[in-house]
C-alpha cells in the first residue's frame, strides 16, 4: 500500500518535473534555434551591411512572433472553449458575419504592413547602393561550374579564396562563364545571382579581420548543377598591413624549381595541367611569364580552371571542399585522390567538356574583341599580360587571316586564327568544362606534383 | 435493349471493368482517378523526398551520389507540385462541381476525359525518363541556361514536355470547369449561392487558364534551344537567361495560388458542417479568394530579389508581396470566427482543416519576411524557404485536401473511414510535419543553401538535419496509416448513409455513392447552403432551431424515386474512348520530338493517332443510347 502509494506519487512527482522541464526547455530551445550557430549564419553578422539586413529581420521576426501568439491564441482559445461538450445542448447562434470586424481586420494588417515597408525599402535601397570612390577596392568574380574566380584589380587571380582587408569597402562585379551561380557570404551580406551575359553588384565590408584559420566560409546559392553543393568559398578578411602583404606576395610570379622532386612535378604540370590550368611562372628571360590557355571564355575574361601561381597558399582545393596538405590539421590523402582521379571525390562529369573547333568568318569578330582587350589590358598593366611581341605576331596573323578570307581561302584563313587564338588563349564560344578528366598520373608523379605545387606559395 | 442497358447505369456505381474506366466520361469518376493517381504520385513523390531526407541526415552523407540526389529532387518537386497538388484539386473540383452547384455532369465530359488522360500521360513521359537515362535532373523550375546546356542528355527534354502535357491538361479542365460553373447551376444557385469551394474552383481555373501558356512559350523556348538550335537562353548570343525566371514566375506565383485556393475551399465548406455555424463573412471570403486570383499575377519577382533586376523593382515587388497578406489574413480570420462560439466537433476531417489554419499561419507569416527584400536576399533559395514553402503547400495545401478526403470519401465509397486510425493520422502527420519542417528555419537562417547534395562538418548543420529527417520518418509513418485506413473503410467502413455529417451542401442530398446521373429532380436552390435550410432554421434571436423532418425523414432527400412505369429520358453523354486515344496520340508524337530527326517518324504516327481520335470525337455523336431516369 505504501510502496504503490509512494510509487504513484513519485510517478506524478516525475510528470510535474517533466512538465516544468518541457516549460522552460520549449522557449530555451527556440531561442537557442533563432540566435546564429555556425560559420556560415546570417544570424551572426561581421560586417555592416550583413548587421543591417539582420536589424532588418529581427523586427520583423519579432513582429511575426507576436502576430503568430495572437491568431494561434484565437484559434486555440476558440477550439477549447467551444468544442462541443457531451453534457450540453447548446444551440450555437448562427453568425453570418460582422462587416465592421471585416474592416478592422482588414486595415489593421493593412496598416501594419504599408509600415514594414517603410523600413524595408529604405534599406534595400542602402545595400543596393553600388559603392564608388577612391578606397572602394572593385574585384571581378567569375562563376564557374564548379569553382569560383576572383581577379583582382592589381592583375593577378585567384580561385575559391577571397581576401579583403577589414573596415573597407569592397565591390564585386560578378559575371559567370556558363550558367546562373549566386554568391553568398552570409556573415557579410545576403546573396546575389552571378547570371551570363549581366554584370551584377554586391557590397562586402567586413569589421575585423578573421582568426587564422577561421575564414568566413560562403557557397554558391543557385542551383548550377551536378556540384553545386561543392561550389564553396572562403573570405579572408586581413587587417590593411596584412592584406598589402598578401597582394605583394600574389603579385610574385611562381619560381620555376631546376632541381629534385618539384621539378619533376613541373614537368608533369608543364605537360597536362596547362592545358586548362594557369601558373605565371618566372620566365627563362627573367620575365613573368602566364602558363595555360588565357583569354576569354564565352565571352567572359575568364581563366577555364583555377589559376595554380600561389596554390601553396591555400587552405582549401576543389572549391573549398577540401582541405590542403598543409593546412592546419590535414593529410595528403584528399589531394592525392584528386589528382589520381578528381571525380572519385567531387562530382564532375570531364566527359562532357567542349571546347569547340574554330570556324573562320563567324569566329572573326570575337578574335577581334580578344585582341583588341588584349592589348588594353597589356596597355594599362591589368588583368594576364601579354609580350609586345606575341601581341605583334597574333595582329599579324588576324590580318593575314582576313586576307585569306578577301581572297576566298577558308581553309588558310582558319590556319591562320587558330593559330592567333592559341597564342592569344581565345577560348571559342560555347566552351563547356565540366570536370578534370583522368589523367592517369602515377604515384610518384603526384608526390611531384604536390611537391611543387607546396612550394608555390 | 435500351432499356435493358439503361437498368444497368441505374445502379449508383455504373458499368464496371477496366474499359468502362478507360471510356469513361462520368465527371465522378474522373475525378477518382485523378485522386487515385494523386495517391500513387503521392507515394511515389514522398518516397523521393525521403531518401532526400535519408542522405541529409548527417553531414558528407553517401546515402545518394550528386547526380541521384539531383534527380530525386526535381522529380519531388515535380510530382508533389504537378502530379499530386493540383489533380488533388482537380479530383475534388471534378467530383464535387457538378453535384454542388445541382447538375448532372460538367459541361464538355469527354473533354473532361480528355484532360484526365492528357494529365496521365503528362506524368508518364515525366517518369518516363528515368528508363531512358535518369530522371530530370534541372530542378523542378528547370533555370536557363543549366536547362539547356546539356542536350545529349535528354532528362531535361522530357521535363519540358512532360510539363507542357500536364498544362495542357489543364488548361481544358479549367476551361470545362469555367463553363460548367457560368453556365449549368440548377435554377436558383445564383453566383452569391455557391458552395465556397465551387468559388475557388472558378477563381483556380481562370488562374489555370491565364498562367499555363506563359510557361508553355517559356518550355517551347527550352525545347527549341535544345533540339533545335534556337538561341533564347544563350547568353554569348545575347539570350537571357532572366527572361526564363520572369516567364516562369510569372506562372510560378499564380501557381502556388492555384495548390491552396482549392485546399481552401474545402476548408470552408469543413469548418461550418463541424461547428454547426455557417461561414464567417461568406462575401469577405469569396472576395478574398478573387483578390488572391488579381494579386497573385502581380507579385512573381518576389522569386528573384537576388537576380539584380535592380531596387526599383524589387522595392515594386516587395510592396505588392506585402499587400497579398492581407485578403490571405482575411481568410484566416474569419475560419477562426467561423469556429467562435460554435458547437465545435472534432472529427477528422475537422481536425485536418484547423491543422490547415494553424500550420498555415506559420507559412503565412514566414512569406510576409520574403517581402522583406534585404532579409530575402539572406533567405533566398535556403533552406528557410523550404519550409516556408513546406508550411503552405503541406501544411496548407495537403492538410486542406486531407480534410477533403476523409469529409467526401463517404460521398465517394458509401462508407465511413475509420475515426480512430484517422485522428492517428492527423497527430502523427502534424507532429512529423513539423519536426521536418520547422528545424528548416533554423537551418535556413544559419547559412545552409537549398539542392545540395552534402554539406561538410563544422557548419552546425548536423542536429537539426538529424530531427528533420527523423520528422520525415513519422511523415512516412502516418502516410502508411492514411493508406491503410484507406484500404480498410472502402471495403469494411462503416455505412454511411447519403448525410453522415449533417452537412450543408447540395451533395449531402443524394446516395452516397450518387447515381450517375448525380440527380433525378434538378434541385431547386433557393438559399446559400441550401440543404442545412431544409434541416434548421434560426429562432429569432438567431440560435439554430431543427425542423422537423418532412415526412419521416426522408422526403429531403432527392434519391432515386420510385417512377412506376414512367421514365423519364434525361440527357446523359456515352462513354468514348476518344479522349484516351487522343491524348494517347500527343503523348507518341512529343516523345517523337525529342529524339529528332529520326523520331519525326514517331511524331507522325503519333499525330495520325491523335487526328483519328479527334476526327472520332467530332463525329461520333455525344450520346448513343437513350438514358431515362
Given at each position: 500500500m505504501t510502496t504503490e502509494f509512494t510509487a504513484a506519487k513519485r510517478k506524478n512527482v516525475s510528470a510535474s518535473r517533466w512538465r516544468r522541464l518541457l516549460i522552460w526547455a520549449a522557449p530555451a530551445l527556440v531561442l537557442a534555434a533563432c540566435s546564429g550557430t555556425g560559420p556560415q549564419t546570417s544570424l551572426d553578422p561581421a560586417g555592416p551591411i550583413a548587421e543591417k539586413i539582420d536589424g532588418l529581420w529581427l523586427l520583423v521576426f519579432w513582429i511575426a512572433v507576436v502576430v503568430f501568439v495572437l491568431v494561434e491564441a484565437a484559434l486555440v482559445y476558440s477550439i477549447v472553449k467551444f468544442r462541443e461538450r457531451p453534457d450540453s445542448d447548446r444551440r450555437p447562434k448562427q453568425l453570418h458575419g460582422n462587416t465592421r470586424l471585416e474592416i478592422i481586420w482588414t486595415i489593421i494588417p493593412a496598416l501594419l504592413l504599408a509600415g514594414l515597408t517603410v523600413p524595408t525599402l529604405q534599406t534595400l535601397f542602402e545595400i543596393r547602393e553600388v559603392p564608388e570612390g577612391p578606397d572602394v577596392i572593385t574585384i571581378q568574380v567569375v562563376g564557374h561550374q564548379w569553382w569560383w574566380e576572383f581577379q583582382y584589380p592589381e592583375g593577378f587571380t585567384t580561385a575559391n579564396e577571397l581576401h579583403i582587408p577589414a573596415d573597407t569597402t569592397v565591390n564585386l562585379e560578378m559575371t559567370s562563364v556558363d550558367v546562373i551561380h549566386s554568391f553568398w557570404v552570409p556573415k557579410l551580406n545576403g546573396k546575389r545571382d552571378v547570371v551570363p551575359g549581366r554584370m551584377t553588384n554586391l557590397t562586402l565590408e567586413a569589421y575585423e579581420p578573421t582568426p587564422p584559420g577561421e575564414p568566413h566560409p560562403g557557397q554558391c546559392a543557385e542551383f548550377c548543377g551536378l556540384a553545386h553543393a561543392d561550389m564553396r568559398f572562403k573570405v579572408f578578411v586581413d587587417s590593411a598591413a596584412d592584406y598589402e602583404?598578401?597582394?605583394?606576395?600574389?603579385?610574385?610570379?611562381a619560381t620555376v624549381p631546376t632541381e629534385g622532386i618539384a621539378a619533376q612535378g613541373y614537368d608533369t604540370f608543364a605537360a597536362v595541367c596547362v592545358a586548362c590550368h594557369n601558373a605565371t611562372v618566372v620566365g627563362e628571360d627573367g620575365n613573368p611569364e602566364v602558363l595555360g590557355p588565357v583569354g576569354y571564355v564565352n565571352g567572359v575574361y575568364a581563366d577555364l580552371a583555377p589559376d595554380l601561381t600561389h596554390f601553396g597558399e591555400r587552405s582549401t582545393f576543389g572549391s573549398g571542399t577540401f582541405d590542403t596538405p598543409w593546412a592546419d590539421g590535414a593529410t595528403e590523402d584528399h589531394l592525392r585522390q584528386w589528382l589520381d582521379n578528381p571525380a572519385s571525390i567531387k562530382p564532375m562529369s570531364p566527359e562532357r567538356n567542349v571546347i569547340p573547333p574554330i570556324g573562320c568568318v563567324p569566329e572573326q569578330e570575337r578574335v577581334d574583341l580578344a585582341l583588341e582587350a588584349a592589348i588594353e589590358r597589356t596597355v594599362e598593366g591589368e588583368g594576364k599580360i601579354l609580350s609586345e611581341e606575341t601581341l605583334q605576331t597574333v595582329e599579324t596573323l588576324y590580318e593575314d587571316a582576313l586576307a585569306f578570307e578577301a581572297l576566298g581561302d577558308q581553309e588558310a584563313c582558319v590556319r591562320a586564327l587558330e593559330e592567333a587564338r592559341q597564342l592569344l588563349g581565345y577560348i571559342p564560344d560555347r566552351t563547356l568544362i565540366l570536370g578534370m578528366p583522368d589523367f592517369g598520373l602515377d604515384q610518384n608523379e603526384i608526390t611531384a606534383l604536390i611537391a611543387l605545387l607546396e612550394g608555390w606559395e | 435493349m435500351a432499356v435493358a442497358t439503361t437498368e444497368v447505369q441505374l445502379t449508383s456505381t455504373g458499368p464496371s471493368g477496366l474499359w468502362s474506366w478507360l471510356t469513361t466520361v462520368d465527371h465522378k469518376r474522373i475525378g477518382l482517378l485523378y485522386g487515385i493517381s494523386a495517391l500513387v504520385f503521392f507515394i511515389v513523390g514522398g518516397l523521393e523526398a525521403f531518401f532526400v531526407r535519408l542522405q541529409l541526415s548527417g553531414a558528407n552523407g553517401t546515402v545518394l551520389s550528386a547526380d541521384a540526389?539531383?534527380?530525386?529532387?526535381?522529380?519531388?518537386?515535380?510530382?508533389?507540385?504537378?502530379?499530386?497538388?493540383?489533380?488533388?484539386?482537380?479530383?475534388?473540383?471534378?467530383?464535387?462541381?457538378?453535384?454542388?452547384?445541382?447538375?448532372?455532369d460538367v459541361a464538355f465530359p469527354r473533354l473532361n476525359a480528355f484532360s484526365y488522360w492528357v494529365f496521365f500521360f503528362g506524368g508518364v513521359l515525366l517518369y518516363t525518363s528515368f528508363v531512358v537515362g535518369g530522371g530530370p535532373d534541372g530542378g523542378w523550375f528547370g533555370y536557363a541556361p543549366l536547362s539547356i546546356e546539356i542536350t545529349e542528355v535528354v532528362r531535361m527534354d522530357y521535363w519540358a514536355l512532360g510539363l507542357q502535357f500536364l498544362g495542357v491538361g489543364s488548361i481544358a479542365a479549367s476551361a470545362n470547369f469555367i463553363a460548367t460553373i457560368l453556365t449549368m447551376r440548377a435554377p436558383g444557385m445564383t453566383l452569391m449561392r455557391m458552395p465556397v469551394f465551387i468559388w475557388m474552383a472558378l477563381v483556380t481555373a481562370f488562374l489555370l487558364i491565364f498562367s499555363l501558356p506563359i510557361i508553355g512559350v517559356g518550355l517551347f523556348q527550352v525545347f527549341f534551344d535544345r533540339n533545335f538550335g534556337t538561341l533564347f537562353y544563350v547568353s554569348y548570343a545575347q539570350g537571357d537567361p532572366l527572361l526564363w525566371q520572369h516567364l516562369f514566375w510569372l506562372f510560378g506565383h499564380p501557381e502556388v495560388y492555384i495548390l491552396i485556393l482549392p485546399a481552401m475551399g474545402i476548408v470552408s465548406e469543413?469548418?461550418?458542417?463541424?461547428?454547426?455555424?455557417?461561414?464567417?463573412?461568406?462575401?469577405?471570403?469569396?472576395?478574398?479568394g478573387i483578390a488572391i486570383g488579381f494579386q497573385g499575377f502581380g507579385v512573381w519577382s518576389h522569386h528573384m530579389f537576388t537576380s539584380g533586376m535592380g531596387p526599383i523593382a524589387e522595392a515594386g515587388f516587395a510592396t505588392s508581396t506585402m499587400l497579398i497578406a492581407v485578403p490571405t489574413g482575411i481568410k484566416i480570420f474569419n475560419w477562426i470566427g467561423t469556429t467562435w462560439d460554435g458547437v465545435l466537433r472534432f472529427k477528422t476531417p475537422m481536425l485536418f482543416s484547423l491543422g490547415f489554419i494553424a500550420m498555415f499561419v506559420i507559412g503565412g507569416l514566414?512569406?510576409?519576411t520574403h517581402a522583406i527584400v534585404p532579409a530575402d536576399t539572406q533567405q533566398h533559395d535556403s533552406y528557410y524557404v523550404v519550409a516556408h514553402f513546406h508550411y503552405v503547400l503541406f501544411g496548407g495545401a495537403l492538410f486542406g485536401f486531407v480534410a477533403g478526403v476523409y469529409y467526401w470519401f463517404p460521398k465517394f465509397t458509401g462508407r465511413m473511414m475509420s475515426e480512430t486510425l484517422g485522428k492517428w493520422h492527423f497527430w502523427l502527420m502534424l507532429a512529423g510535419f513539423n519536426l521536418t519542417f520547422a528545424p528548416m528555419h533554423i537551418l535556413g537562417l544559419n547559412g545552409m543553401p537549398r539542392r545540395t547534395y552534402r554539406y561538410p562538418e563544422g557548419l552546425g548543420w548536423e542536429f537539426w538535419n538529424g530531427i528533420a529527417t527523423l520528422g520525415s520518418a513519422v511523415i512516412a509513418i502516418s502516410g502508411l496509416v492514411f493508406i491503410w485506413n484507406l484500404i480498410k473503410s472502402r471495403k469494411h467502413g462503416e455505412i454511411a448513409g447519403p448525410d453522415p455529417w449533417d452537412g450543408r451542401t447540395l451533395e449531402w442530398t443524394i446516395s452516397s455513392p450518387p447515381p450517375v446521373h448525380n440527380f433525378d429532380e434538378v434541385p431547386i436552390v433557393q438559399h446559400r447552403d441550401d440543404f442545412w435550410h431544409q434541416k434548421y432554421t434560426e429562432d429569432d434571436d438567431g440560435y439554430l432551431v431543427e425542423l422537423e423532418p418532412v415526412s419521416g425523414g426522408t422526403a429531403v432527400l432527392t434519391g432515386p424515386e420510385d417512377h412506376g412505369d414512367e421514365r423519364k429520358e434525361i440527357h446523359m453523354p456515352s462513354p468514348s474512348y476518344y479522349p484516351i486515344l487522343s491524348a494517347l496520340g500527343l503523348a507518341i508524337s512529343s516523345i517523337g520530338l525529342i529524339y529528332q530527326p529520326v523520331g519525326f517518324i514517331i511524331t507522325a504516327v503519333g499525330m495520325m493517332v491523335a487526328l483519328w481520335g479527334l476526327f472520332g470525337w467530332a463525329i461520333e455523336p455525344s450520346q448513343r443510347e437513350p438514358y431515362y431516369v
Open positions: 602583404a598578401w597582394i605583394a606576395q600574389q603579385m610574385t610570379p | 540526389y539531383n534527380q530525386l529532387f526535381t522529380m519531388h518537386g515535380l510530382t508533389m507540385v504537378f502530379l499530386v497538388v493540383m489533380p488533388l484539386g482537380a479530383a475534388f473540383t471534378n467530383y464535387l462541381l457538378p453535384i454542388m452547384i445541382g447538375a448532372r469543413v469548418l461550418p458542417t463541424f461547428s454547426r455555424k455557417p461561414l464567417f463573412g461568406y462575401s469577405f471570403v469569396v472576395f478574398a514566414s512569406g510576409v
